[in-house]
């Protein structure tokens, strides 16, 4: 006689899900060590049919560079599973001007990601008027030089400024370091103009562009990210249900004082409050 296990229901609040949205760093991994139950998890919402999609605002890094992180945690995925801010602001970008030339303050991800859409990365720019768009993102290898090219481009030519994301800091296995923010805020600071777009996360762009690619509803979606004004905030402007992970920056008291704020101001954005709170991934299925 063979036994045939049951197969491991979703808690009520996910129950029509059929598309999960994933934020990696803190959510399926901390630095190079997998999270707990994040490997199973995510095993058992494939074997429901659930569409599994990454949204991270890590523009460094290539798609196929997550591909290859994933399958040390025995995690397979497609490049075409991963929608960073670099790919999202490429595509964006396209939209606007093909074959554009662009000055980039970023890494390999972003100049990679530009470049496989037809666009052409002018690192030292004879014309500054020949530069259609300055393009930031994290670089850790940011300098003045980076600095007063992005400037000129903007003040004295015609380029337009865009960011691939806003955030102020980059969670490393030990604390945190600056984020692309710091690199943004530098380019705001001496040219008195602010990005056009930010396309990464809390802005909506991307799970936007996810829902359209697969083509789901968003109510039939969902994102699970530990960052609240990032993860929580972009999946509640795109109308999806918001799942705070506390593995990662995010705390149970932080969203309580949250809450407690939310009652007491009347310019609050509830947009940061998370549907849902789960300690770790394995909470969504039930006992």
Known sequence: MVLV???PKLIDKLSNIKLAIFDLDGVIYRGDALIPHADKIIYELKEQSIRVIYNSNNSTATRKTYVEKLKKFKINTNASDFYTSASITSAEITKLKRNAKIFVIGERGLREELQSFGHKIITEPLNIKEIDFVIVGLDRDFNYHKLAIAQKCILEGKAKFYATNTDSTLPVAR????????MVNALIT?????????????????IKMILNDTRVSAKNACIFGDRLNTDILAGNRAGIISIAVLTGVTSQKMIEDLKIKSRNS???????????VINDLSEIIKN
Not at 175 to 182: E, F, M, N, Q
Not at 266 to 275: A, G, S, V
């Open 5 to 7: 296990c049951p197969m």
């Open 190 to 206: 001496c040219t008195n103009t602010n990005p056009e777009r930010i396309f990464g996360k809390p802005e909506p762009f991307g």
């Open 175 to 182: 604390g945190l370091k600056p984020g692309s923010g710091a």
């Open 266 to 276: 009347e310019n609050f954005d509830i947009n940061l409050i998370p549907d849902l």
